[in-house]
T-cell receptor, first 119, second 114 residues
Framework: DQQVKQNSPSLSVQEGRISILNCDYT??????FLWYKKYPAEGPTFLIS?????DKNEDGRFTVFLNKSAKHLSLHIVPSQPGDSAVYFC??????????????????FGKGTKLSVIP | KAGVTQTPRYLIKTRGQQVTLSCSPI?????VSWYQQTPGQGLQFLFE???????NKGNFPGRFSGRQFSNSRSEMNVSTLELGDSALYLC?????????????FGPGTRLTVL
């Protein structure tokens, strides 16, 4: 059962245009969402996050939108640059109460969308 | 600050062998999580350690185990390797016991099982 889905395996965008990457989730316990970017032979690097109490968060060229009723989030990159070409992972977290004591927050990832920005 | 380091970066083993991977978190980070990345399944959570205790575990067989040392460094072990264990194993560290939940990833160890 895939709780976080990125339905587009790949996306191609012209340089300077907007890139929109989408992510859907099914677990209503998720209350924090993150986007990571991954280049080949490197680990994922954090890009931007959003708490479920917000519906938008901006950081420079990157904006994440959250629609809780639709269980959908999206990442907008404006303007897109060739250096943005990478695999983008959506991740979600909820507190795990499986163990006693302080909460543990595992990340549940989507399978990624490969973004290609064409010069 | 130095980032998360993982050793070795590449490893080739044969079926039935066991392997140990190592992870050094960012200085001051006490939570270490492990993930397996495969082309078909994406990144899947293995387990998380905090203060030498496993706090959370994903849906993997008992052949996958780990531990954390008092200096927060962590190791994961896979016994009786299978072909399907070929993957990129990622370690991530984070600062707090609970939120914010940003995790910082290492470059990964690429394990190939022949």
């Amino acid at each position: 059962d895939q709780q976080v889905k990125q339905n587009s395996p790949s996306l191609s965008v012209q340089e300077g245009r907007i890139s929109i990457l989408n992510c859907d989730y099914t677990n209503s316990m998720f209350d924090y969402f993150l986007w990571y970017k991954k280049y080949p032979a490197e680990g994922p690097t954090f890009l931007i996050s959003i708490s479920s109490i917000k519906d938008k968060n901006e950081d420079g060229r990157f904006t994440v939108f959250l629609n809780k009723s639709a269980k959908h989030l999206s990442l907008h990159i404006v303007p897109s640059q060739p250096g943005d070409s990478a695999v983008y992972f959506c991740a979600a977290s909820a507190e795990s109460v499986a163990y006693s004591g302080a909460g543990s927050y595992q990340l549940t990832f989507g399978k990624g969308t490969k973004l290609s920005v064409i010069p | 600050k130095a980032g998360v380091t993982q050793t070795p970066r590449y490893l080739i083993k044969t079926r039935g062998q066991q392997v140990t991977l190592s992870c050094s978190p960012i200085s001051g980070h006490r939570s270490v999580s492990w993930y397996q990345q495969t082309p078909g399944q994406g990144l899947q959570f293995l387990f998380e350690y905090f203060s030498e205790t496993q706090r959370n575990k994903g849906n993997f067989p008992g052949r996958f185990s780990g531990r954390q040392f008092s200096n927060s460094r962590s190791e994961m072990n896979v016994s009786t390797l299978e072909l399907g264990d070929s993957a990129l194993y990622l370690c991530a560290s984070s600062l707090w016991t609970s939120g914010p939940r940003r995790q910082f990833f290492g470059p990964g160890t690429r394990l190939t099982v022949l």
